[in-house]
T-cell receptor, first 115, second 113 residues
């Protein structure tokens, strides 16, 4: 069964460093998403991406964040200058975009630790 | 604005007992509704979803949920819990196809032996 994959599973970085989190969505999916979950809290929407552009973003997704689909398979989230409060689990999701049964498929997550 | 409320932060039930986790949502129309389960340090697993039709939805692991439009609720139930059901459970809504999913704050389920 096709699945969303994410790398790395755990990333440790120093405050102020740039990080790139990588996701490989399901191959025939058209919509892509990033969510994050701070430890012990709920999952929060960051950004959605369709047709090579951002379709929606939350207040969390400020100028320090960017997303890119550099090729036909990867979908990346870049944090330009990490802060301590960026420490969280980051989930990628993808959605096929066709049919009435709507379901976003989530990846296993990348745990980001900012020291 | 869309929102999801899970009024119970933590619930403890005995193994073999029945379970009901509450979820209320706020949205102008009928949204898409989901329940996810998350074990510690793990990702999100979809238990079940409601899009339309029959208001009683069957999911994996013996879970079911009932959509009640009049109460704006989508409560999760299981007739007999197992120790392996101990986890965090998230109710979620999606306003329209391809839009963002909004999660509730979660209910942590503990199982008493």
């Amino acid at each position: 069964e096709p699945e969303v994959t994410q790398t790395p599973s755990h990333q440790v970085t120093q405050m102020g460093q740039e990080v790139i989190l990588r996701c490989v969505p399901i191959s025939n999916h058209l919509y892509f998403y990033w969510y994050r979950q701070i430890l012990g809290q709920k999952v929060e929407f960051l950004v959605s991406f369709y047709n090579n552009e951002i379709s929606e973003k939350s207040e969390i997704f400020d100028d320090q964040f960017s997303v890119e689909r550099p090729d036909g398979s990867n979908f990346t989230l870049k944090i330009r200058s990490t802060k301590l409060e960026d420490s969280a689990m980051y989930f990628c999701a993808s959605f096929r975009g066709q049919g009435i049964a709507n379901e976003q498929f989530f990846g296993p997550g990348t745990r980001l630790t900012v020291l | 604005a869309q929102s999801v409320t899970q009024p119970d932060i933590h619930i403890t039930v005995s193994e073999g007992a029945s379970l009901e986790l509450r979820c209320n949502y706020s949205y102008g129309a009928t949204p898409y509704l989901f329940w996810y389960v998350q074990s510690p340090g793990q990702g999100l697993q979809l238990l079940l979803k409601y899009f339309s039709g029959d208001t009683l939805v069957q999911g994996i692991k013996g879970f079911e949920a009932e959509f009640k439009r009049s109460q704006s609720s989508f409560n999760l139930r299981k007739p007999s819990v197992h120790w392996s059901d101990a986890a965090e459970y998230f109710c979620a809504v999606e306003g329209s196809s391809a839009s963002k999913i909004i999660f509730g704050s979660g209910t942590r389920l503990s199982i008493r032996p």
